[in-house]
């Protein structure tokens, strides 16, 4: 089958659908220009993960963890959603019961309008207390790029913050588990632009076909779970999810 031929079986299992779950990851930002972390010039590829994004690497070295995210940040800060984030946020408005899981930390889903967004790693642009300080917050926003001191000061204590993100070792939080188990009971579920390398949520495609799901990978190339999807579909997330959405459309 040819991917014209896929999508168009992609299409025909989503129309009138009413539940429809997305998981994202770092693929779908790609085209905005955020580097990815595990492609030919990945971030991992520079850095390795457990001297970045670890609460010991941050212990050990907050400078050095924070000088990462300031710069991540920086050139987030530049970047702009690209159509998948577009057609994505598009679909949150039109399917009655949908949701977006994302792996992502950029932001990107949230200012393309996204509705009902889940960030299972956290957010780039969060920070909190690293003492966890009583007067401050759990966690908020703070876009301040650069930060003019590194490690930036938490304002209510003095202490440091940490980046609002969740780090290898730590728990995802257990409210953002329930709300996206409870979203893999769906008609049609994506994993679109993930390696399907990092747990748990490179599960959840699995739990999702187990749940009675018709799953749908979009991804440049194959990955772990190609073959545990009902269709893979090779090819750039921004390609793929324009012709779904003029599939969907009844546009030639
Ligand atoms: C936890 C920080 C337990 C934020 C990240 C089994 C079960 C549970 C845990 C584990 C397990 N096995 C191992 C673990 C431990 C670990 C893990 O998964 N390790 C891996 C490496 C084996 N998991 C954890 O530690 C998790 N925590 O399980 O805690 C626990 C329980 C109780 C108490 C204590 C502990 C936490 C995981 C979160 C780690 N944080 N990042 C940040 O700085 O960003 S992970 C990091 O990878 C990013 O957040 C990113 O979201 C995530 C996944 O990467 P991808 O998004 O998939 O990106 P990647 O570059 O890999 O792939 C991009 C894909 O896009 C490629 O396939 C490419 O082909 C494609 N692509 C590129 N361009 C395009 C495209 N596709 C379409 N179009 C394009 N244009």
Redesign the pocket.
Known sequence: MNNADRLQTVADRLRDKRRVTVL?????S??SGVP????PD???KKQR?ET??TADAFRRDPRVVWEW?DW?RQVLSTKVPNR?HEVLAAWSERFPNFTLI?????GLHERAGTRNLIR???S?WEVLCWDRCANAPGRWWDDTVPFPQIPPSCPHCGGMLR?G????????DPDVIAKSTDALDCDVFFT????????????LAHEARHRGAFTVE????S?PSSNAVDLSVQ??????LQTLEELLLGRP
Do not use: C, K, M
């Not at 994302?102 to 950029?106: F, G, K, M, S, Y």
């Open positions: 994202t990851g770092a693929g779908v790609a085209a990815t972390f595990r492609g990945g971030l991992w993960p970045l994004a995210y991540r998948a994302t792996q992502n930390v950029d299972f790693h956290g780039i980046p993100v969740v780090w290898f070792g730590e728990p995802i679109v632009g993930t390696s399907a390398q990092v747990f748990p949520a490179a599960a979009l991804n440049l190339e990955t090819g750039p997330a921004t390609d793929l």
